[in-house]
């Protein structure tokens, strides 16, 4: 048992034991696969992270005595000879233990420095807050951090400049793997620290804890895994419950992706491959919704119940065609093809769907037919006119009627957003999208745009740019379907050539819902045949489509 006052004097000086099971892990890590790595705990204590590393480099099958693959440095003579003995009784092993304090180490960039170059630098740097490091220890490790570039404010704390000196150890392909204050992320000191991550290593991995981990401190801690050089542009950040999470969850595997820099991050919850794939494609081979046209919103009318109406109402008040626009009946659901026909229209006027909007053209009230102003009455009644919308409006019963868009956009749907062919030439509601087509798309590529839409790079960028609401509902707003990944207008006539012969098929097929068999013929001859994505990358973007879609639904499969 720790006495009293070691346990005190342990405390003071920033030393806390860590757990196994962290030490472990970050040795594991950190030598990976290298029988012959050098490995260096630059404040090593009683050697938990050498003991761990010996462990590891014995199970590649390193032989005899480790002592010039074992380095540790320390302050206090009895830590280190704690240390030997340990790794002599565990591993029948030596080490190259040095007593003296860190910061004053040569680099390989000094004059006869005393250690090698390593494969690896793991660690638990004492955590000594700014107020009791001070003196001739501040400055020299100060000094130290200053020698790799950065320059620690008086407030940061002892682990800072610890950490930076570090990685002058290291080999440009080396693993550092420490455990420190969770700090590193929030602290405005830390701020240079974190600028130097991202400069000096090619990739950064960060995995937080949800349960303190030392049962003698009050401090949370991250895990840093940093590996390579060059620079990275994003750290990787992870959260598990407790240290014995760390293996079964592998935590480390992935690889960190640059965020956009502005909109959602979506994408960061695909797997690498994927991500890449979807980013090259998109950017190489396909172009953005709004350059063939950009979306806009719906006829607003403040009260949809009222303005928008069905042809048994349109005939109970005698109201004029002339007084009214064809519209596309309020919501999505009755647009299960990719072309929305004049048939498909009159089909939802006998049916009693909403096909009317109050239209009038007369200048004044007074102008209006007999009819119009016995239907504004009722709507008076009902105080429709007193609505926010209506007020704004120079005539309360004249809705800004949008005109008739080339394509629907359905921008609420719980399985995907799709575009429409507008064939019947009606106007619509807010309810979804219209895309006005530039003039100068050619009407081979206009026709099969909602057809070729259909591919797994586009509906896996719908997910991407989409926002998921309650019920799994996914939105995109204009903005959102403007920058929607769709195929290249030569691209689009090109298969189109190919596929044009199957087209009642295909709207058949995505009428009853069967939307899988077209999206895949179209991958084949699009993403495939034409794009030249392997099979195995299709199959990829397929996937993530579908994983992001069960994630925001909560589909089992």
């Known amino acids: 048992m720790e006495s009293a006052a070691t346990s005190l004097t342990r405390k003071e000086r920033g030393a806390f034991f860590t757990p196994a099971a962290i030490a472990e892990f970050l040795a594991t890590w950190a030598i990976k696969d290298k029988r012959d790595a050098r490995v260096l705990d630059p404040t090593c204590g009683e050697a938990v992270f050498l003991l ?17 693959q074992l380095f540790g440095v320390d302050l206090h003579q009895e830590s280190l000879d704690t240390a030997a003995s340990l790794l002599a009784k565990e591993h029948r092993t030596a080490a190259t233990l040095l007593e003296t304090d860190f910061s004053l180490l040569e680099t390989s960039a000094q004059l006869d420095p005393r250690l090698p170059l ?35 404010s008086g407030l940061a704390s002892s682990w800072a400049a610890l950490l930076v000196h570090s990685s002058a150890f290291l080999k440009e392909d080396g693993r550092l793997a420490m ?92 797997p690498l491959a994927q991500r890449q794939t979807f980013q090259r494609a998109a950017a190489d081979k396909f172009t953005r919704l ?46 299960t093809r990719p072309t929305f026909t004049k048939g498909q229209w009159e089909e939802l006027r006998c049916s009693g769907e909403r096909v009317w909007l109050l239209n009038p053209r007369e200048a004044a009230e007074k102008d209006l037919s007999p009819g119009i102003k016995r239907y504004l009455r009722m709507g008076k009644r009902l105080k429709i006119h007193e609505g926010y919308k209506c007020q704004a409006r120079t005539h309360w019963w004249r809705p800004p009627a949008v005109d008739p868009p080339d394509l629907f956009f359905t921008y609420m749907s719980h399985r995907f957003p799709r575009l429409i062919s507008n064939s019947a030439r009606v106007g619509f509601l807010n309810s979804m999208h219209g895309i006005r087509l530039r003039e100068e798309v050619d009407p081979v590529a206009a026709e099969a745009l909602p057809f070729l839409c259909l591919n797994s790079l586009t509906l896996l960028g719908a997910e991407i740019y989409g926002r998921a609401y309650g019920g799994g509902v996914l939105k995109m707003e204009p903005r959102e379907a403007a920058s929607l990944p769709v195929p290249r207008e030569e691209h689009l006539i090109e298969v189109w050539k190919t596929l044009s012969s199957r087209r009642t098929s295909f709207d058949r097929a995505i009428g009853r819902g069967d939307w899988r068999s077209v999206v895949e013929a179209v991958d084949a001859e699009l993403l ?8 195995e990358e299709v199959t990829g973007l397929r996937e993530a489509g579908d994983g992001l879609r069960r994630r925001r639904t909560r589909e089992s499969s």
Not at 52 to 68: F, V
Not at 206 to 220: H, P, S, T, W
Not at 300 to 307: L, Q, S
Request: charged share 25%.
């Open 290 to 335: 709004d350059l063939y046209g950009a979306p806009e919103l719906g006829t607003v009318t403040g009260a949809n119940g009222f303005f928008s109406m069905n042809e048994a109402t349109r005939r109970e008040y005698g109201l004029p065609e002339t007084s009214l626009m064809a519209i596309s009946p309020p919501g999505t659901k009755h647009l």
């Open 528 to 535: 495939e045949g034409l794009i030249g994505l392997s099979s």
């Open 118 to 152: 390593m494969d690896a630098v793991i660690g638990n740097p004492p955590f000594v807050r700014y107020q009791e490091h001070r003196g001739e220890a501040r400055k020299r490790s100060a000094a130290a951090a200053l020698a790799q570039g950065v320059r620690l």
């Open 52 to 68: 761990s590393a010996a462990e590891h480099l014995r199970s590649l099958g390193a032989r005899g005595d480790l002592a010039s």
């Open 179 to 270: 455990v420190l204050p969770a700090e590193l992320l929030t602290v405005h000191y830390a701020e240079p620290v974190r600028r130097w991550l991202r400069r000096r290593f090619a990739a950064v991995r960060l995995v937080f804890f949800e349960r303190l981990q030392f049962a003698d401190a009050e401090e949370q801690v991250v895990l840093l895994a940093a590996e390579g050089s060059g620079g990275c542009k994003s750290f990787t950040l992870v959260q598990v419950d407790a240290a014995d999470d760390l293996k079964k969850l592998h935590v480390l595997d992935p690889l960190g992706a640059e965020p956009s820099d502005e909109g959602k991050w979506t994408d960061l919850l695909l």
